[in-house]
């Protein structure tokens, strides 16, 4: 393998969720040299190779468009912009046909931390994915643990912030019991991090710019740090103290490794957005009727022979490009939502909707995905945009059936708005009627001559103005023949109700003595109100 950074090389390490590739004219396998800060205040010169970083130039100025074309002219290897919006066309146009790549950063990195993460990147490009000042390939965790606990003396582990155990160290160090618990479990027990959040353990881990350290009787003591890049957090360092005690060079050491495990973490993750990305797009295909079931089963670890569910989450209007923004947060919220709770699943983005599919070795029971559904949508915990709607679909007896469970969702998605008011959840069993109907109007729409008959002819009747045949005729079909009730409904007198279904069945020939009649009649009446 090549010791030289490429564009490839540098989104596999800082990840997509920070920088993405909007354009590559020279490809992604192109070498990247030195991150270059350009100041429009003092002009940085620029050589072959450059990773330019437009600090002080918008995205969406002419200053932008010349920078990139200055870019292009010294051989610079891409150019960087920080921006709210995806970058316009025109800077497009202009970066192809300078020959240079246009990168999106994420508007909450700084520009002082992605300079360093590129720094890091390029310095450690190479045989193994890279290996940083700690020892090990960067991405390898597990090694880094080791490498922390040699530096700063103790039993080590890393955790995301929901204190889950990314890793932790095994050089033969002694354990204390809640370490050993913690390590078994692959999270931090429940009692004990009920304890820590209670005491504000947590709230000074988060608000700290160092190190923290956390004593209790029953434990050894421990200095914790928070992991953070360009203001997000990542996740935590824990180093249990062990033979020497945890003073004041341990907790710089300890500092430092946080700084350094940054790209650690954000390669880690990486790897995960990758897999994330393939298992949405398998889904995407075995949704959209390609026959991928058995590769998207072994993506997310279940026989192809699962029950599956498919869930739609409409999301709120907005443009093109606000929706997918959005759409892409809100799959990713979702996708760590259910491996937080250990369900086998899989999200995808399709026009305006996040589909999810869960999948079940035996059968499930629904309410299960009700309840799932609802804590998404919940307020508290916002892990969907206000207004998104969901409909739960069928479930089927294998993954390739997934079609069909879209499908259902998606017919209680068309009948959510006209249910009752604010309400943002169905399956597809409590509105089947509502679905049925819906159903029934796709075909009448593509087939008009479905409508045709007795009841065509008294709308047309209606139309000229001179009766009132399908409000009489819906009101008696609707109160099952009441007369009292249907004339009620309407505002007339009963005699004069009786008067107008003499008539109407005069001028069309109805026979709604005949069940079957009377069933074709009242559909065509639906149909037509819907």
């Not at 913690?182 to 710019?209: H, K, S």
């Not at 295909?285 to 409409?314: C, D, H, K, Q």
């Not at 299960?368 to 609802?374: C, P, S, T, V, W």
């Not at 009948?415 to 604010?422: A, D, E």
Request: proline share 6%; hydrophobic share 45%; aromatic share 4%.
């Amino acid at each position: 393998m090549s010791d030289r950074a490429t564009l490839s090389s540098l989104i596999e390490s800082i990840g997509t969720e920070i920088m993405r590739v909007v354009t590559a004219p020279a490809g992604l396998q192109v070498g990247v040299s030195n991150p270059v800060i350009d100041d429009p205040g003092e002009p940085t010169p620029l050589d072959s190779g450059d990773l330019v970083l437009a600090v002080g130039t918008a995205a969406d100025s002419a200053a932008a468009l010349n920078l990139v074309r200055g870019a292009g002219r010294a051989g610079a290897s891409a150019v960087a912009f920080r921006s709210n919006t995806a970058l316009s066309p025109a800077l497009v146009q202009v970066a192809e046909a300078a020959g240079v790549a246009l990168l999106w950063i994420e508007p909450a990195m700084a520009w002082s931390q992605l300079h360093t993460l590129v720094r890091s990147a390029v310095a450690t490009a190479g045989a193994d994915g890279g290996s940083d000042q700690l020892g090990g390939p960067i991405g390898d965790l597990f090694s880094l643990a080791n490498a922390i606990a040699a530096m700063v003396g103790g039993p080590t582990t890393i955790e995301d912030p929901r204190s889950t155990v990314l890793a932790f160290s095994s050089l033969g160090e002694p354990i204390d019991e809640a370490r050993r618990a913690t390590i078994l479990g692959r999270r931090v027990p429940e009692d004990w991090l009920q304890r820590l959040q209670n005491d504000g353990v947590f709230r000074r881990l988060w608000a700290a710019e160092g190190v923290i350290r956390v004593d209790y009787p029953q434990i050894q003591p421990r200095l914790a740090t928070a992991v953070r890049a360009g203001g997000e957090l990542l996740g935590s360092i824990w180093v249990a103290e062990d033979a020497r005690p945890l003073d004041a060079a341990a907790e710089r050491a300890l500092l430092e490794a946080a700084g350094l495990a940054a790209l650690h973490l954000i390669r880690a993750r990486s790897s995960e957005d990758l897999e994330r990305t393939r298992r949405s797009g398998l889904l995407r295909s075995l949704l959209e009727g390609n026959a991928v079931s058995e590769l998207l089963a072994e993506a997310i670890g279940v026989p192809a022979g699962s029950y599956a569910t498919v869930i739609a989450f409409r999301l709120p209007d907005g443009s093109p490009e606000e929706l997918a923004v959005t759409g892409r947060r809100a799959g990713r919220l979702i996708d760590l939502y259910c491996e937080s709770a250990r369900r086998s699943a899989a999200s995808a983005l399709i026009g305006p909707t996040v589909y999810l599919l869960l999948a079940d070795r035996e059968a499930p029971a629904r309410e299960r995905f009700e309840a799932l559904a609802g804590e998404l949508l919940g307020e508290r915990h916002a892990v969907l945009p206000p207004a998104t709607l969901a409909a739960i679909g069928s479930t089927v007896p294998d993954l390739g059936s997934a079609p069909s469970s879209r499908d259902d969702a998606d017919r209680v998605l068309s009948v959510l708005p006209s249910l009752s008011p604010g309400q943002r959840l169905a399956t597809v069993e409590s509105v089947q009627s509502n679905v049925t109907l819906a159903r029934l109007c796709e075909i009448a729409r593509r087939e008009p001559g479905l409508l045709e008959g007795p009841v065509a002819a008294l709308a047309r009747l209606d139309a000229q103005g001179k009766s009132h045949h399908i409000e009489t005729l819906r009101a008696f079909l609707d109160t099952f023949g009441d007369v009292a009730s249907a004339a009620k409904s309407i505002g007339v007198h009963p005699n004069t109700f009786r008067f107008r279904m003499r008539r109407l069945v005069e001028v069309s020939g109805l026979d709604l003595d005949d069940p079957d009649e009377r069933l074709v009649s009242h559909l065509q009446l639906r149909i037509r109100r819907s």
